[in-house]
């Protein structure tokens, strides 16, 4: 059992929630579809992928419902909702709180959002806000009593207020579930793993080229892109974004053509990279038909030559890619740069860098592959 379990809409937000433990020196995983053939114990954090941000609200409520009964979620449980909350925010608390049959929620972010009014427009259950200066004296506790379900909005502006709102949570006196950003992660991380800062840990990559794949918006995949290109030797793949929408024969002879290229240059020893051509902000609506396009690219060429690993932007694109591989856990084994974490695909090996597609700079995707300039 887990001694801190993520709930998370994305891939990419998982794994970025469950890399504070990792830095503490815990045993971090993330959990994909099918995920239950694997043993419950080990790991010391959990990150459930549960793959909703494109569901309407009753389907992400039930699947964040049942995740949060999991056997695994063990003492405490915390919901991402992203730093901005995001929309659907008090149905997916109250998923929370009835699947882990908790009675109590702390709702905390710490970049100035309106947290109550938010919650109130979204949530049946009580709102009920805590400023700063209840959290002494037993102010949380105080806020619970004589109510149920109750969700407390919590006052923060700093990473230091994250903090007094978790220790003042420790003393609630019972199991609550957690909800906020990755801000929140790290606070609740050091609480509840209590282990002093650690080193990352070295890990040895693996061998064989690197299968790179761009699911994220066009302007940003240009500029990783050009970057790729002017600082490494990365055979780019083009796949037609405007075929991928539309779906059919069409597409399908798409992917063959790209996978077919992509496993050429794999095969000599080429890092490769697949991403979505002529994407224009008028396709936004079809994103997911696109992220399926290029999972299925990488699909076919990894079934024609091998890579020693994935480096995979974008949530949506990269949760489809690994659907598409099989790959059901990724234990988390370094940190390339401050938020964009490395993992081991437990079944076929795979080194997988998953990165949200507007995080980091030009250069984040040469420091996920690992190579030096050539």
Same mark, same amino acid.
Not at 104 to 120: H, M, S
Not at 205 to 208: A, E, L, M, P
Not at 350 to 353: C, G, P
């Given at each position: 059992?887990?001694?801190?379990a993520?709930l998370?809409?994305d891939?990419?937000?998982?794994?970025?929630c469950?890399?504070?433990?990792l830095r503490?020196?815990a045993?971090?995983?993330?959990?994909?579809?099918?995920?239950?053939?694997y043993?419950?114990?080990?790991?010391?954090?959990?990150?459930?992928?549960l793959d909703?941000?494109?569901?309407?609200?009753?389907?992400?409520?039930?699947r964040?419902?049942?995740?949060?009964?999991h056997?695994?979620?063990?003492?405490?449980?915390?919901?991402?909702?992203?730093?901005?909350?995001r929309?659907?925010?008090?149905s997916?608390?109250?998923?929370?709180l009835a699947g882990?049959?908790r009675r109590?929620?702390?709702?905390?972010?710490?970049?100035?959002?309106?947290?109550?009014?938010?919650?109130?427009a979204?949530s049946r259950a009580?709102v009920?806000p805590v400023?700063l200066?209840?959290?002494?004296?037993?102010g949380?506790?105080h806020a619970?009593?004589?109510?149920?379900?109750?969700i407390l909005a919590?006052e923060a502006?700093?990473?230091?207020?994250l903090?007094?709102?978790? /220790?003042a949570?420790?003393?609630v006196?019972?199991? +609550?579930?957690?909800? *906020? $950003? @990755?801000?929140l992660a790290a606070? #609740? %991380?050091?609480?509840v793993?209590g282990?002093?800062?650690a080193?990352?840990p070295a890990?040895q990559?693996?061998?064989?080229p690197?299968?790179?794949?761009?699911g994220?918006?066009?302007?940003?995949?240009?500029?990783?892109?050009?970057a790729?290109?002017?600082?490494?030797?990365v055979?780019p793949?083009?796949v037609?974004?405007?075929?991928?929408a539309?779906?059919g024969a069409r597409?399908?002879?798409?992917?063959?053509?790209?996978?077919a290229?992509a496993a050429? /240059?794999l095969?000599?020893?080429?890092?490769t990279? +697949?991403f979505?051509? *002529? $994407? @224009?902000?008028?396709?936004?609506? #079809? %994103?997911?038909?696109?992220a399926?396009?290029l999972?299925?690219v990488?699909?076919?060429?990894?079934?024609?030559?091998?890579a020693?690993?994935?480096?995979l932007t974008?949530?949506?694109?990269?949760?489809a890619v690994c659907?598409?591989?099989?790959?059901?856990?990724?234990d988390?084994?370094?940190?390339?740069?401050h938020?964009?974490?490395l993992g081991?695909?437990?079944?076929s090996g795979?080194?997988?860098?998953a990165?949200?597609?507007?995080?980091?700079?030009?250069?984040s995707l040469?420091r996920?592959?690992?190579r030096s300039?050539?």
């Open positions: 059992m887990a001694r801190l993520i998370a809409d891939l990419t937000a998982a794994a970025g469950a890399l504070p433990g503490l020196g045993r971090a995983t993330v959990r994909l579809t099918g995920a239950d053939r043993p419950l114990d080990g790991p010391d954090v959990v990150a459930w992928d909703t941000r494109e569901l309407a609200g009753a389907g992400a409520a039930a964040i419902r049942s995740a949060a009964a056997p695994s979620t063990g003492d405490t449980l915390y919901l991402n909702v992203g730093s901005r909350l929309r659907r925010v008090g997916a608390v109250e998923a929370a882990s049959g109590v929620a702390i709702v905390a972010t710490a970049d100035g959002t309106d947290v109550a009014g938010r919650l109130r979204t009580q009920v400023g200066a209840a959290l002494h004296n037993g949380l506790a619970v009593e004589g109510r149920s379900p109750v919590c502006t700093t990473v230091r207020d903090e007094r709102i978790v /220790a949570g420790a003393r006196g019972e199991s +609550v579930v957690w909800v *906020g $950003s @990755a801000a606070s #609740l %991380s050091a609480s793993l282990l002093p800062p080193a990352t890990h990559r693996c061998v064989g690197v299968l790179i794949v761009l994220s918006l066009p302007r940003p995949s240009e500029v990783h892109l050009s790729l290109r002017s600082v490494l030797r055979v793949v083009e037609d974004a405007l075929a991928l539309h779906g597409a399908g002879r798409v992917i063959d053509e790209a996978a290229v050429r /240059a095969r000599v020893g080429a890092d990279a +697949v979505a051509g *002529g $994407s @224009a902000p008028t396709l936004g609506g #079809l %994103s997911p038909r696109i399926a396009g999972a299925g990488a699909r076919r060429a990894l079934c024609d030559a091998s020693g690993g994935v480096v974008g949530g949506l694109t990269a949760r659907d598409a591989l099989a790959i059901a856990r990724i988390l084994v370094g940190e390339i740069e938020g964009v974490a081991r695909a437990v079944d795979l080194d997988v860098v990165k949200a597609g507007t995080f980091g700079d030009r250069l040469v996920a592959l690992g300039a050539a």
